[in-house]
């Protein structure tokens, strides 16, 4: 029997399914977010030592996505005055994957990081080894924040120490393939339940004219993040769970298979062409626009691209009698991935007031949209809507749960080089083979298990 991985502390992987999903009564459109009330500690009320001159506190947050920059641009913006009238906050983009680590790393090179930004397992070694990265839990669990979380253990990295603050919406994302029901219907195929099939489909959309599906693919993000997890996993979702926990490599023949996966879909012309090159908003928009019949993409996109009533979503299918979607599923997530505060900040106490904020703002719009929490909001919910209800009622009972080989089993070195190895695989230039071999090579000289 294939069991739950467990990196990230014993009641991480079970845990956040205790949380019922529920949407706001507000309205759904623009989701209203009120950080700073009573269910968001009270900010700073007077500036140091009395003085006229307000705090300033910098900010680098996350940009990769309609809800990151819906809910900073529409929600954390309009109220962080209100919430800190004596601090003078400059939020700076980001954006996200490569290029935020590669912008963090050089503030903390330069010794110039922010006090507060969004952290992430992929970059946490190098900035927690110089000392930037604060040991929340004496400041969260002195001013009750902590008691927010439904299950406050969740938040632990596995040396004990809270280093991020989040929503606890990251467990409930994981990768489907959301399709239009109706070029699915103009081109006469059904939702595919193996792998096989899903190349058949993939044929004759093509042969309509349409393009199969999309993801993204610049840098190497949708096989780094969940295409290779998702190619080895629905082959043999017990290797793919060694993987992650460092009790297999890239000799398996279950993740070579996997790989080769990948290979074939590019060559039977699954994906537009120049896929490795597309960029998460561009492959998000060629779905939107019908331009492609299925998408591949994190549930944290379900709220957005359910606002169209032809889509919907499966589960990736299957490639062996070893993989049932309704028993394993891959889900996002990490305790490091959150709002972080740096030790070095010169008003520590703001800081984390601040971090409280952010996670509480991202806690309530996400909680708007019909997403699942795990930071409680204090707001009264109602009924989700039809296709989240049909992700929560598929996703909770999965009681197999995979975590993510991204966020849970890569250092920088590791995760650099998957990226720059996914991105060639898409190019349809690159055997399978080779990439194994390669990724064999840096996944021994991995350091992440070296504790």
């Not at 009320?45 to 996350?62: C, E, M, P, Y």
């Not at 008003?347 to 795990?374: C, H, N, R, S, W």
């Amino acid at each position: 029997m294939v069991r739950t991985v467990k990196v990230l502390g014993t009641s991480l992987l079970a845990s956040m399914l205790l949380v019922s999903a529920g949407c706001s009564t507000k309205d759904e459109s623009q989701p209203s977010v009120t950080p700073g009330t009573s269910t968001t500690p009270a900010a700073t009320t007077q500036t140091k030592a009395g003085s006229d001159k307000k705090v300033k506190l910098r900010v680098v947050t996350i940009t990769t996505d309609e809800n990151r920059n819906n809910i900073m641009e529409k929600h954390i913006k309009p109220n962080v005055a209100k919430a800190f009238p004596n601090v003078e906050i400059e939020f700076e983009p980001g954006g996200g994957g490569e290029d935020m680590a590669n912008k963090l790393k050089t503030f903390n090179a330069a010794g110039d990081m922010p006090d507060v930004f969004w952290n992430d397992a992929g970059y946490f070694t190098p900035l927690n080894s110089t000392g930037s990265i604060m040991d929340l839990t004496s400041s969260i669990t002195k001013d009750g924040f902590l008691s927010k979380y439904a299950v406050p253990d969740a938040l632990k990295h596995v040396d004990g120490k809270i280093y991020s603050l989040s929503s606890g919406a990251d467990t409930y994302f994981t990768p489907v393939i959301f399709y239009h029901k109706d070029m699915f219907e103009q081109a006469g195929v059904q939702v595919p339940k193996t792998f096989d099939e899903f190349i058949e489909v993939s044929k004759k959309l093509k042969s309509k004219g349409m393009v199969p599906a999309v993801t993204p693919g610049k840098d190497g993000w949708g096989p780094k993040l969940f295409l290779l997890q998702q190619m080895i996993q629905i082959g043999d979702p017990q290797a793919m769970a060694d993987l992650v926990s460092n009790k297999t490599d890239f000799n398996n023949p279950a993740v070579k298979a996997g790989v080769s996966r990948i290979e074939k879909m590019v060559k039977e012309g699954v994906f537009p062409e120049g896929i490795a090159n597309l960029d998460y908003g561009p492959a998000n928009e060629m779905f939107t626009s019908k331009k492609a019949a299925m998408y591949m993409m994190f549930t944290w996109e379900l709220p957005n691209l359910a606002k169209d009533s032809t889509v919907d979503f499966f589960p990736f299918p299957s490639a062996s009698d070893k993989y049932d979607p309704a028993k394993h599923v891959q889900f996002w997530g990490s305790p490091l991935n959150g709002y972080a505060v740096n030790a070095k900040s010169k008003y520590p106490e703001e800081a984390v007031k601040l971090a409280e904020f952010l996670a509480m703002a991202d806690a309530q719009y996400f909680e708007a949209t019909g997403a699942p929490i795990a930071l409680k909001t204090g707001n009264t919910v109602a009924e989700a809507q039809p296709l989240m209800k049909k992700f929560v009622n598929w996703y909770n009972p999965i009681p197999t749960k995979i975590a993510s080989l991204a966020l849970n089993s890569l250092d920088a070195k590791t995760s650099a080089e998957l990226s720059t190895q996914g991105a060639k695989l898409l190019t349809g230039q690159y055997p399978a083979d080779k990439f194994a071999t390669e990724m064999g090579k840096i996944w021994s000289e991995n350091t992440w298990f070296k504790k």
